[in-house]
């Protein structure tokens, strides 16, 4: 079935440092790929997203590429703010439509 | 804010017991998601409402149940409860059928924790 993996955290950055959290998928077809972040104590929060195969997706500095080659998502960003500190989570539309499937999610902690 | 309201924010009950949980859509959204979040499992789909009708089912059990009224808002109802069963509940809402259809705005979240 379709499903996400995402690497596992925390991921511990000094504040200006450059972020790959890494997101692939298994799935039949090429579905819809997001990213959604939590911050403390609030719901997630859609990011940024990519419908097609080489879609780049961008928000807040953030990117990703939709890879079809790699079945993957992975997010970026050039230089994170303590801000940025969170839970980031990958997920896909399921086949059926019904759905977002997610990963486990990956918690960033950036220290100034 | 998402503009998804979910009610009780937190919520302690005991095993056996009953809860209904209740959630407020956006303004005109007519898609309702109900999740479940645990540090085991991670986030896991229960079930989705479309104006009013079921239209997918996920990891959700027996014991567990929705609705989706005609003012739009959705309650999902867990019974005979578990020490499982303690997670945050999340709902979320989408004025599209499907996901990628339009943006899904999630709420802040139903913490429930069963003793």
């Known amino acids: 079935g379709d499903s996400v993996t995402q690497m596992e955290g925390p991921v511990t950055l000094s504040e200006e440092a450059f972020l790959t959290i890494n997101c692939t998928y298994t799935a039949t077809g090429y579905p819809s790929l997001f990213w959604y972040v939590q911050y403390p104590g609030e719901g997630l929060q859609l990011l940024l997203k990519a419908t097609k195969a080489d879609d780049k997706g961008s928000n807040k500095g953030f990117e990703a590429t939709y890879r079809k080659e790699t079945t993957s998502f992975h997010l970026e960003k050039g230089s994170v703010q303590v801000s940025d500190s969170a839970v980031y989570f990958c997920a896909l539309e399921n086949q059926a439509g019904t759905a977002l499937i997610f990963g486990k999610g990956t918690t960033l902690s950036v220290s100034s | ?115």
């Open chain 2, 1 to 115: 804010d998402s503009g998804v309201t979910q009610t009780p924010k937190h919520l302690i009950t005991a095993t056996g017991q009953r809860v209904t949980l209740r959630c407020s859509p956006r303004s005109g959204d007519l898609s309702v998601y109900w999740y479940q979040q645990s540090l085991d499992q991670g986030l896991q789909f229960l079930i989705q409402y479309y104006n009013g009708e079921e239209r997918a089912k996920g990891n959700i059990l027996e014991r567990f149940s929705a609705q989706q009224f005609p003012d739009l808002h959705s309650e999902l109802n867990l019974s005979s409860l578990e020490l499982g069963d303690s997670a945050l509940y999340f709902c979320a809402s989408s004025s599209e059928k499907q996901p990628s259809g339009n943006t899904i705005y999630f709420g802040e979240g139903s913490w429930l924790t069963v003793v």
